[in-house]
């Protein structure tokens, strides 16, 4: 996916202004910034919810014809229906699908399973803690059996062990199944962890600016642990100055 020069827009509020920058498959891109400079108004354009005022999303071309790309969304609350149980809450994920329902079950209980729930596929949402809801939400999204995995902060309201065993949970996923997941998200440690890029998202005199980290393994571990995530924080210190 290529985002070219896109911009979002409320009346004379300009959210997002001029934003470029290119998603390859298998990607985990982690987006950070001070609140306000429109993390989530980007993540909810990709995601098809939020028209585009000026510019271009390019989609995957094949044989000259672009592809539409399947995305499901992820959001800060899981927003499961509470009539619905578990099982019934990950079939939503799939309803728009055209195969059969015996198939859908299958995978809805596969889903459930690697989500770590079995057993709780009969329970309803209010029997669940907050950090079970949210993996429900997880499930349903890898239910429709997606291409790209939309976060907003999905993760921020639970305690820090739930939060790392999550954040494992979904980049094993991903990586298992090439998926290309784009994480808003306010822990450097977990964007450092997990992403392949960390984009650092500010506005300086009403523009957006975008700031690119690039990760690898070496990254990750010692020295260079720490000096990247002395550049990222320093970098989101800078960007929230910036306003």
Do not use: C
Request: glycine share 6%; net charge neutral.
């Amino acid at each position: 996916m290529k985002i070219d020069g896109i911009y979002v827009e409320y009346g004379d509020e300009k959210v997002l202004t001029d934003i470029s920058f290119d998603i390859k498959r298998g990607e985990f891109i982690s987006i950070m910034g001070p609140s306000g400079v429109g993390k989530t108004t980007l993540l909810r354009t990709l995601a098809g919810l939020e028209n585009i005022t000026q510019g271009y999303i390019y989609k995957e071309v094949k044989k000259g014809k672009e592809i539409t790309l399947k995305t499901s969304f992820v959001p800060q609350n899981p927003t499961l229906l509470p009539w619905r149980n578990v099982l019934r809450n990950v079939l939503v994920g799939s309803q728009a699908s055209k195969i059969n329902m015996e198939t859908r079950m299958h995978e809805a209980n596969e889903k459930i399973k690697a989500v770590g729930l079995s057993g709780a596929e009969m329970k309803f949402p209010k029997e669940l803690s907050g950090g079970m809801q949210q993996r429900v939400a997880i499930a349903r999204a890898l239910a429709a059996n997606p291409e790209i995995i939309l976060m907003d902060e999905p993760f921020s309201a639970l305690d820090n062990h739930l939060r790392e065993n999550l954040t494992d949970l979904v980049a094993t996923l991903a990586k298992d199944k090439n998926l290309t997941i784009i994480l808003n998200t306010h822990s450097i440690e977990e964007a450092i962890k997990v992403s392949s890029e960390i984009i650092i998202l500010a506005k300086k005199d009403g523009r957006s600016i975008l700031q690119k980290f690039e990760l690898d393994a070496q990254n990750k571990h010692g020295s260079e642990y720490f000096k990247t995530k002395l550049e990222v924080t320093d970098a989101i210190k800078n960007a929230g100055m910036e306003h």
